[in-house]
């Protein structure tokens, strides 16, 4: 559960320290690409709370993660990928605190 409220109160720190005189607007952006998670949909089951989803879920794997930090390089996508490489980033930390890895191969 701490996990979670990180995907809550991190973008929240940066959208107050960077994005602060558009900060709705920026932090609707940054929630929005929590949705990233829908690809858990695909996993059976659905919830497993021992698996690293850094690496087995198809939208956090390698290629994609690529791709959101090229998002991050450019200011009309940029928060969507400052987005979703927080949430690779916290994704990884979990897998690191409860397995003991950074990402399943």
Do not use: E
């Not at 973008?11 to 107050?16: K, R, T």
């Not at 198809?58 to 996508?77: C, E, N, R």
Request: charged share 10%; glycine share 4%.
């Amino acid at each position: 559960m701490l996990h979670l409220s990180y995907h809550f109160i991190f973008p929240a720190i940066l959208i107050a320290i960077f994005y602060r005189k558009h900060w709705q607007r920026s932090y609707l952006i940054i929630m929005a690409t929590m949705l990233v998670d829908l690809d858990h949909l695909l996993a059976n089951p659905i919830y497993d709370p021992t698996r690293c989803s850094i690496g087995f879920h198809p939208l956090h794997t390698t290629i994609p993660i690529i791709a959101y930090f090229l998002l991050s390089l450019f200011p009309k996508t940029r928060l969507i990928g400052l987005g979703l490489l927080i949430h690779m980033g916290l994704d990884s930390i979990d897998c690191q605190m409860t397995n003991g890895i950074w990402f399943t191969l």
